[in-house]
């Protein structure tokens, strides 16, 4: 039986002027995945998923279950989310419906204002705002931007219940070690177009550049072929096919997501660092 | 998103820019209230002294500018924000989003009004005969409908811009065109008296604000000299109540006009 897909694009297309950001792209997104949208900047990842929660104008279709975007059905987190200064959390989360699916601790009082709170509280409370709805596609651009070591993992936490619930999840990052254990699928955005679609596994063994690591090292010696140090970092060379366990391995034995870079320190801030494919 | 207008208004009146339009209102209408009692023991109401002018272009200038920057900055905000990409990705019209912020800059005009005036109302009604609280009651009513007028300009002025700088900026601008700057090269230009029947109409119809000073003067018993070219003509020709009529027309039309073009801009903009 073939699975109708829930979010799906047909020839997306979008320029700023003369400059091609995107030129006819078309990818399906199934029910209840959770898909890593990454690439270096300025690749045109927020713009994919602007087009996405048609937010900026665009050629071709976008479409969900079929036909086009009905009210309610996306939820869309934008990169850049500043909430008036003199609200409460309470009134942004009753304003969007938000806050229903995140756990107890994670979004800050509601009764405090907006003002009060760090870059990071808010965004949780952004995070807590989209992922809340019962919209059937949520897309969230950078939601662990801003975030220390615990919010990180509670928010890929909370994309892993969404996706439990049918929910298609979609999640721009110029970094995706964090949501190597859990995503279904990453799509590498570079030069117009999808370079790489495929599952984590794959997009991690790609990676031809090593996997660099900052402070004390764990015990990953049987599954590394190789080691050099390069100033604080350590780069580690290991089997294609273990690669992803590599990570996971990694994340497991504390290592800081923020401690980790596929392809070199400056990870996501160079053209073309994604993987060779 | 029901409550969006609810939020917006909050996020104003809580702002420490509200307050200080309120309590700088109430100071400078309570002093010139107060020298008007003082010098001439009336303010003249009734026809048109030097503290009912005073109180007459402070009713008009200030809630206006107010209104309309407040918008303008509102809309800019929201959409720098991402308040209006998350609103938009979730089925919320541009229309809905403009018409938000024009209520809440206009409930915050009309908060100021009715705090900045309150203490006048208070000592007018110790020292005016009654016939005058009712002419300062029309004041109040025109300055609430221009502030009106002018949140729906600030909201177009909002879908133009990019930022919150640029929305201050043209805001600030656009106040000074309608509430000063074509009275100012109307007068400077001497045209008044080449531009006609249709002309005279044309130059009420291009400007709210000064659509709303001639309906407020008319609450007086304004003589065609105060009145100006304009007024005057309107009264002359069509009476004072059609003359009313059309120049609350012209505020209401302005207003409307301005949110839907507000609405359609920002409805063909990236958020």
């Known amino acids: ?42 690749a045109g990842k927020s713009t994919l998923l602007a087009c996405l929660a048609g937010v900026i104008g665009h050629t071709g279709e976008v479409l969900v279950n079929s036909v086009p975007a009905g009210p309610g059905a996306i939820a869309y987190l934008p990169q850049r989310v500043q909430f008036p200064a003199n609200v409460l959390v309470g009134e942004v989360l009753d304003l969007f419906g938000g806050g229903s699916g995140v756990p107890a601790g994670f979004i800050p009082d509601r009764g405090r204002k907006i003002s009060e709170l760090s870059g990071g509280q808010r965004r949780r409370v952004a995070v807590a705002v989209s992922v809340g709805s019962e919209a059937e596609v949520v897309l969230l651009d950078e939601p662990l931007a801003n975030l220390d070591d615990q919010g990180r993992s509670e928010v890929v936490a909370i994309l892993d219940s969404l996706r439990a619930r049918g929910t298609t999840v979609v999640v721009a990052s110029p970094t995706v070690v964090d949501l190597l254990t859990m995503v279904d699928r990453v799509l590498v955005v570079a030069e117009g177009g999808i370079t790489f679609d495929g599952p984590a596994g794959r997009y991690f063994a790609g990676i031809k550049t090593g996997i660099w690591v900052r402070g ?22 290991c089997r294609e096919d273990r690669a992803a366990e590599l990570i996971s391995t990694l994340l497991a034995s504390g290592v800081a997501p923020s401690d980790i870079r596929l392809g070199g320190p400056d990870e996501g801030s160079r053209r073309g660092s994604g993987p060779e494919v | 998103m029901r409550g969006l207008a609810r939020f917006e208004t909050r996020a104003i009146l809580r702002g420490r820019w509200a307050t200080a339009a309120t309590v700088a209102l109430a100071v400078v209408a309570t002093v010139i209230t107060i020298t008007g009692l003082g010098s001439f023991r009336q303010l003249g109401l009734g026809s048109i002294g030097p503290a009912a002018v005073g109180l007459l272009n402070l009713a008009l200038l200030l809630p206006t500018g107010q209104a309309l920057l407040m918008a303008a900055m509102t809309v800019a905000s929201n959409r720098e924000g991402g308040l209006y990409a998350m609103a938009r990705a979730r089925g919320v019209r541009s229309s809905r989003l403009v018409a938000s912020a024009w209520w809440a800059a206009t409930l915050s005009a009309w908060t100021s009004i009715a705090g900045g005036f309150g203490l006048v109302a208070f000592i007018l009604a110790l020292n005016v005969p009654l016939a005058d609280l009712t002419t300062f009651a029309a004041l109040i009513a025109v300055s609430m409908a221009a502030a009106a007028t002018a949140a729906g300009l600030g909201a177009l002025v909002g879908t133009l811009v990019a930022t919150r700088l640029q929305a201050a900026m043209l805001g600030l601008g656009a106040w000074f065109v309608w509430a000063i700057g074509l009275d100012l090269v109307v007068l400077g230009l001497g045209v008044f008296s080449q531009l006609g029947a249709t002309g005279l109409v044309m130059a009420t119809v291009a400007n709210p604000l000064q659509a709303g000073r001639i309906l407020a003067l008319l609450a007086f018993d304004a003589s065609a000299t105060i009145l100006g070219p304009v007024g005057a003509f309107l009264v002359d020709s069509a009476g004072r109540g059609l003359a009313a009529l059309f120049l609350a027309g012209v505020m209401v039309a302005w207003t409307v006009a301005t949110i839907w073009l507000g609405a359609a801009v920002l409805h063909r903009r990236d958020l």
């Open chain 1, 1 to 42: 039986m073939v699975t109708e897909p829930r979010l799906s694009t047909r020839r997306l297309g979008k320029r700023y002027g003369q400059l091609v950001v995107l030129e006819s792209v078309s990818v399906d997104f199934a029910p209840g995945s959770l898909v890593a949208v990454t690439g270096p900047n300025g």
């Open chain 1, 216 to 237: 004390t090292l764990p015990e990953v010696s049987r599954l590394i072929a190789d080691r050099r140090a390069v100033g604080e970092w350590q780069v580690l060379s």
